[in-house]
C-alpha cells in the first residue's frame, strides 16, 4: 500500500511474486482468481488456523447481510471499498437483484483485481471500478468514478469489510473513516466488518499463522468490540450495535455456531443522522 | 464476478411427486445443505441453499425414476453445484457420501439393485459433471485473472509510458537548464534549454566532464561542494556559478545540482538544475554603481568612498594613506544667488576637475554630498605626496569655471590627514580629515591644512575646558590670587591687582591664559567677571577692616566683554554695596582696544564707574593703538605700562636706550594728562631703580612678588 507516497499517476506494482490480499481471500472463498504464491501463503494459514476459511466466510455473508439491510432501508448506492477480487456474492449482484438500478463503485489499490474488475463489468453502466488506496478519501471521493455515478444528495451505503484490520493505529484508521463519514449525506449508512476478539481470546497457536500472515501478505490489526465502536464515531449503531460477526442479524439460528459468541471478528451497520 | 444465474433450479413436475416422496426429498435437501454449507462461500442464505439443493434433490427423485434412464440430470446436477460456487472441492466428496448413504432411505426407495446401479450412475454423472464444470470455472477464472495480470501490466506500463513521456517533456521543454551526468562528471544528456543557454549541442555536451566547466572566478565552494555532493556527503547544494558559452561570454547562473542514489544508496548519477541569471546579475551590478556613485558628477558616493576605505585597513596591503577632505568655499553664496542649477553644474565641473587632477591606481575621488568631495590616496610615501594633490587640486581649481553665462571663481579648502596605516582606524582618518577641513576654512580658506596632532589636543583641550567651564563655576573650582601693586617711592604696597585661577580637577592649576579667551568666546567670561569681582571686592573689605587707611585697593581686570555688558555699572554698584566698600577701593583694568575701539555706551558706562569714585586703567597700555588725543577725554586714572618695555631696563650694567626713552615718555605724558602710571613686569632691582629714577608711581612684577593668596597678602600689610 505504497501509493500514498507515490505521484497517483505512477503505475502500482504488479509484483506476482508477491501473494495479494485479494487473490488470497478470493481462494479462501473458493475462487480460482489466484495464483501458486497466493495459495501457498493460504494453505499455510489454512493449515495452521482452520478457522480462517470460517472468519473469511463470515465476512463475505456479513456483507451480504448488511447490503441486504441498507437495501431495505431505501439505500441503492453503494461504496465498496477494498472490494478485492470479485468472486460472487458481490455487491451490485446483491443490490441490483433488489432494484435492477442500484449504483455501485468498487475500490481497491489492487491494480489486478481492479483490472479483472473492470474486465467483467464493461458494459455495466452502473457499477464503476476505481483503483486508489482507500486511505485516501478525499482521492476516492473526487475520483471521476465516485462523482459520475453516485449522488451526494442521497444516502450512501459505505462498505469496509474485512478493511480496517489492515489499517494499523498508526495510520489512524478512525481518521480514514472520519474522511468519509464527513462527506456522507445524512442518511448514509455505513458497514465494517474487522478481525478483532477480546482479550484472553487469543489462541497462541495462531502467532505461527498471524505472523505468515503478517510476512506474506499484509499486517493484520486485531481489535476489540470497544475499538470496533468507535469507528462508528457519527454513526448511530442499528440493532445489535458492534456484534461478533455472526451474531449481527444472522438470516437463521441454525447459521449461529455454538461459539460464535468468541467468533473472532466483529461487525456493525451505523447510519448517519 | 458471475452473471447473475439463478442456482436454483425449477424442479419438472415437482407437483407430480408423492408428498411422502416429496417431504423426503425436503430433509435430504437440509441434510444436503448442513454438509456443504461453509466448505465454500455461496452468496446464499441458509434456507436458500436449502431450497436450491431441494430442487436438486427432485431432480434427483425425477432421474431415479426416469423411462428412459439417463445419467444426464446428474451430470447437470454436478455442473449447477459449481454454477452456485459450490466449489470447495469438500462438497463434492460430502455430496456423493451422503448420496449414497442417505438419499435412498430418505426417500423411501427400495435399495434394489437397480436402483443402486442407477443411483451409483448419477453419483458418477454428478461427479463427472461438476468435475468438469470446476474444471472449466477454474480454468476460465485462471483464465480471467492471467488477463487481469495483462490488462493491469499494460496499464500499468501505459502509465509508465506517460509518467515518462511526461518525464521527458519536462526535461525536454522546461525553461530551466537541465543536465545529468554520471558520479564520474560525465554528461549524460542536457536539455534543450542548457543548450541555449551555454551555446553546446548535446552531443558537444556529453564530450565534457562537469570538471570542464570550471569557471576561473568560480568561488571556491563551489568545486568543494560538488567533491563532497560526488562523494555522497550531502545530497544538494546550491550555488552561484559563471560559466562560458561556446561563442566566449560568460553566463551568470544559479546553480542547484543534486545527486541521485541507486537502490544501495550509493551516489549514481547527479542532476544539474541551471538557471540563467545574467540579467539579474547586470541589473544588481547596475544597482550596485547605482548606490554606490552620486548621480550628478558620476563619481563615487560617500557608500563607495567609506567601503574602500574600509578595505584599505582591512587589507593592510599598503603601509600609509592620505585624505584630502575638500569644501568649496562660499558654495552656499553661488547656490543661493544663481540657483541650484548653476551649483550643480558647478558641483559636476569641480567634480570633473578633482577626477581629471587626481588620477591613477590607489586614489579615489568622491562627493561625499553636498559641496564635500574628499580624495583618498592608498600607498602615498609621505605626506608631502597629498600636499602635493592638494596643490594640485587648487590649481586645478584656479581657474574661473563658465556656466550659463556666469564666470565664477571657486577656491575650496582642504583637510589633509597622511599617516601610516597602524595605530589608526578608518573613522580615525575621517574625524581628523574633518577637523583639519575645519582648520583650513578657519585659517582663512582657499588653503589646504595639515593635521597636527598638537593642535587637535590643544583644541580637544579648549573645548573640554569651554565645556567644563560653566560647571566649574558652580563648583567653585576657580579662585583668585593677589600680586601686590607696590609704590616705587616707599615700596609700600598700594593695591593688589585679582588674578583668577582654575583648579580644575584634570588639569591641574590653570592660569587664566588658558581659559580667560575661551570665557570670552562663549561668553561665560560676563558670570566669571562678575564672580571674580565680588571676590576681590569682599577681600578688599577684610582688609579695610584690618588695615585701615593703609589697606590695598583691588586691581580687577574687565574683558571686553564685560564692558559692554548692560548691566556692568549696576552690578559693580550692588557688589560695593554688598561689600559695603567705597569705591576707590576698586579699580578696573580695561585693555586700549576695549577703551579706545569702543562705542559711546561702555564709555558712558566707564564714566559713570568713575563718578562713582571707581578707579580706572588701561592695561598692557603700548601694546595696542591708542588715540592719544582722545586719550585726555576718557574716565581713566591710571596707566599700566605692558612689561615687554621693561625688557630693556632688566640688566644691571646697561639699559636699552630706546626702551628706556619709550618708559619715560609714556611716564611723562601719563603725568602730562594727569593719569598715574604702573609698570608691569618688574622683575630685577635694576628695573625698578630705573622705573624709579624715570618717574613711574607703581610697579607690579616678580621683583616685588609674585601673584599669592589673600593670606600671604596679610603677611605683607603687616610687615
Known sequence: MDSVERPTWAPGDIDLARPSIARVYDYWLGGAHNFAVDRAVADKVLTDVPIIKSIVLNHRAFLRRAVRFMLSRGIRQFLDLGSGIPTVGNVHEIAQATDPSARVVYVDVDAVAVAHGRAILTGNELVNVLQTDVRDAKQVLSSPEVQGLLDFDEPIGVLMIALLHFVPDAEDPCGIVADYRDVLPGGSYLAISHAGFEEGEWDPAWDEAKSVYNRGVSEMCFRSKREVEVMFDGFELVEPGVARLPLWRPESPEDVDPDAAHFISFGGVGRKA | ?719
Request: with cysteine; charged share 25%; net charge negative.
Open chain 2, 1 to 719: 464476478m458471475t452473471e447473475q444465474v439463478d442456482h436454483r433450479v425449477a424442479a419438472p413436475g415437482r407437483s407430480n411427486l408423492d408428498p411422502a416422496v416429496l417431504a423426503g426429498a425436503e430433509s435430504f435437501a437440509r441434510t444436503w445443505a448442513t454438509a456443504v454449507i461453509g466448505s465454500s462461500y455461496v452468496p446464499m442464505t441458509r434456507a436458500e441453499v436449502a431450497e436450491h439443493l431441494q430442487a436438486l434433490t427432485e431432480v434427483l427423485v425425477h432421474a431415479l425414476h426416469a423411462s428412459p434412464f439417463r445419467t444426464a440430470p446428474g451430470y447437470e446436477i454436478g455442473a449447477r453445484l459449481v454454477e452456485a460456487h459450490f466449489t470447495g472441492t469438500d462438497t463434492l466428496g460430502r455430496t456423493v457420501q451422503l448420496l449414497g448413504d442417505d438419499l435412498l432411505g430418505e426417500l423411501g426407495i427400495q435399495p434394489d439393485e437397480l436402483m443402486r446401479s442407477r443411483l451409483a450412475a448419477l453419483q458418477g454423472a454428478l461427479a463427472a459433471g461438476y468435475a468438469r464444470a470446476l474444471r472449466e470455472r477454474t480454468l476460465a477464472e485462471q483464465e480471467a485473472i492471467r488477463a487481469a495480470v495483462l490488462d493491469a501490466r499494460d496499464q500499468a506500463e501505459a502509465a509508465l509510458r506517460a509518467s515518462e513521456a511526461r518525464f521527458r517533456a519536462m526535461f525536454t521543454e522546461a525553461a530551466i537548464g537541465i543536465g545529468i551526468a554520471d558520479i564520474e562528471g560525465r554528461i549524460l544528456d542536457v536539455n534543450q534549454a542548457l543548450q541555449d543557454m551555454l551555446g553546446f549541442s548535446v552531443e558537444e555536451m556529453r564530450q565534457y566532464n562537469i570538471r570542464d566547466l570550471m569557471h576561473p572566478e568560480d568561488g571556491g565552494s563551489v568545486w568543494r561542494l560538488y567533491d563532497q555532493l560526488t562523494a555522497g556527503e550531502c545530497d544538494h547544494y546550491r550555488a552561484e556559478k559563471r560559466f562560458r558559452r561556446a561563442d566566449g561570454e560568460q553566463v551568470w547562473t544559479h546553480l542547484t545540482l543534486s545527486l541521485v542514489r541507486d537502490d544501495h544508496g550509493d551516489p549514481q548519477y547527479q542532476v544539474a538544475m541551471i538557471e540563467d541569471v545574467t540579467d539579474r546579475h547586470l541589473l544588481q551590478n547596475r544597482l550596485r554603481y547605482q548606490a554606490l556613485h552620486d548621480p550628478l558628477t558620476g563619481l563615487p558616493n560617500r557608500a563607495l568612498f567609506l567601503e574602500r576605505l574600509g578595505r584599505v585597513f582591512n587589507n593592510r596591503a599598503r603601509h600609509r594613506a592620505g585624505l584630502c577632505y575638500l569644501d568649496l568655499d562660499g558654495f552656499k553664496v553661488i547656490n543661493d544667488s544663481l540657483g541650484h542649477d548653476i551649483g550643480d553644474q558647478l558641483l559636476v565641473e569641480v567634480g570633473r576637475r578633482l577626477d581629471h587632477s587626481v588620477s591613477g591606481e590607489g586614489k579615489l575621488v568622491a562627493r561625499m554630498g553636498g559641496d564635500e568631495f574628499v580624495i583618498l590616496v592608498e600607498g602615498s610615501q609621505d605626506t608631502q605626496d597629498i600636499v602635493d594633490v592638494a596643490d594640485r587640486v587648487l590649481r586645478e581649481l584656479e581657474s574661473p569655471i563658465r556656466i550659463g553665462g556666469h564666470e565664477l571663481t571657486v577656491s575650496a579648502s582642504i583637510g589633509i590627514v597622511e599617516r601610516a596605516l597602524s595605530g589608526t582606524t578608518a573613522a580615525d582618518l575621517m574625524r581628523d580629515a574633518d577637523i583639519t577641513l575645519y582648520w583650513a576654512k578657519a585659517d582663512g580658506k582657499s588653503r589646504w591644512a595639515l593635521y597636527n596632532p598638537e593642535r587637535n589636543a590643544k583644541e580637544v583641550a579648549r573645548f573640554t575646558l569651554s565645556a567644563t567651564m560653566p560647571a566649574a563655576l558652580e563648583r567653585d573650582e576657580f579662585y583668585v590670587d593677589y600680586q601686590p601693586l607696590v609704590r616705587l617711592e616707599d615700596s609700600t604696597v598700594v593695591g593688589v591687582e585679582a588674578l583668577v585661577r582654575w583648579q580644575h580637577p584634570e588639569f591641574g592649576r590653570l592660569a587664566p591664559d588658558r581659559f580667560i579667551e575661551l570665557a570670552e568666546e562663549t561668553g561665560l567670561i560676563v558670570p566669571l567677571g562678575r564672580w571674580v569681582l565680588r571676590r576681590a571686592c569682599e577681600q578688599a573689605r577684610r582688609w579695610l577692616e584690618e588695615f585701615g587707611d593703609s589697606a590695598p585697593f583691588v586691581s580687577v581686570n574687565l574683558a571686553v566683554r564685560q564692558s559692554r555688558d548692560p548691566e556692568l555699572v549696576r552690578d559693580v554698584k550692588r557688589i560695593l554695596d554688598e561689600c559695603s566698600l567705597p569705591p576707590h577701593h576698586l579699580q578696573l583694568e580695561l585693555t586700549e582696544s576695549a577703551i579706545m575701539g569702543t562705542a559711546d555706551e561702555p564709555l558712558e558706562a566707564l564714566r559713570a564707574l568713575s563718578e562713582m569714585g571707581v578707579r580706572i586703567a588701561i592695561d598692557d597700555f603700548g601694546t595696542g593703538y591708542s588715540n592719544l588725543a582722545y586719550l585726555k577725554h576718557l574716565p581713566v586714572h591710571e596707566l599700566k605700562i605692558a612689561g615687554s618695555f621693561m625688557e630693556g631696563l632688566r640688566a644691571a650694567d646697561e639699559e636699552d636706550a630706546v626702551d628706556v626713552q619709550i618708559v619715560s615718555t609714556l611716564v611723562q605724558l601719563a603725568h602730562a594728562l594727569q593719569l598715574g602710571v604702573t609698570a608691569e613686569g618688574v622683575e630685577t632691582p635694576s628695573q625698578a631703580k630705573r622705573l624709579h629714577r624715570i618717574g613711574c608711581d607703581t610697579g607690579q612684577g616678580w621683583f616685588f612678588a609674585k601673584p599669592m593668596k589673600p593670606e600671604e597678602i596679610d603677611e605683607l600689610l603687616r610687615r
